[in-house]
């Protein structure tokens, strides 16, 4: 159960660094070639995203995962059928002359469209939501200081991942990371829309961030290992693993206390409201992509 589990946290950090920019003008990889990943045997579990230049190269994504990207969407706003949660691809991609990475999620849905034939609509609703909300106390994350180099667009990107029964790793590049392993919760240089999007992988329901705040923190949360098996079921559960019985009654009704009180003393709190949020629904979609 442990590399599915790694896999609710890495695939959602890896593609939220790369392709959080506004829409640009579409376009369509020069030559891609997208194919089932092939599953290693063994406890260990790697995700991994690079670009260069003009090359990219996506591992072990799910659909939903590149549909999220090419709609710039997170994953719980997707809906499909249950392979789309659960069936992965590699995905090997050639970028246009004059074309930049920001662009990438508008080829991609060219892509999605000729390969899987997708199709897809929109739909808003309101949805019960967790806010990120600065707390009563001050705020005691450990601001790290801005650096020229994070604003420049760089020609190479390396965002990778791996996690086993051990934990989880995920290296956002930059000198930005985080894990999840021994109880513990650790980022550095961590911005709290990540955090928050991190978080709900935890959770009964998504977190969004309403602290208007725009640096980047290092972080630690402590949490008792009651919440922390708890905290690894549900992100199992958000990410679509279907679990027996006796695993599910672990989370019904669990709220991790342990990891509000954490937030508490860092000065956060997570605050339930209702919030209306877009939604995609997957209405085709071929199981195999068509030849590349």
Known sequence: MKPLIFTAFASVALYGLAFGQGPAPK?????????????????RVSIGLHLDGSQARIASFRLKDYVAMAYRLKTYQISGQDWTGTDRFDLTAKLPSGANSDQIPEMLQALLADRFQLKVHHEKKDQSVYAMVLGKTPLKLKAVPGDPDDDDGPPMTNVSASGSSAGVSVDLGKGSSYSFANNKFEGKKITLDRLATILERFMDR??????E????????????????????IRAAVNTGLVLP???????????????????????LKLDARKAPLDFLVIDQARKTPTDN
């Open 27 to 43: 376009l369509e990889f020069e030559v891609a070639s997208i194919r089932p990943s092939v599953t290693a045997e063994g406890e």
């Open 206 to 211: 998504p977190v969004i961030n309403s602290t």
């Open 213 to 232: 705040l725009k640096g980047k923190y290092d972080i630690t949360l402590e949490v008792t290992q009651e919440d922390y098996q708890a905290m690894l």
């Open 245 to 267: 019985p006796e695993v599910l009654r672990m989370v019904d009704g669990n709220t991790p206390t342990s990891l509000l009180d954490a937030l508490q003393q860092a000065g």
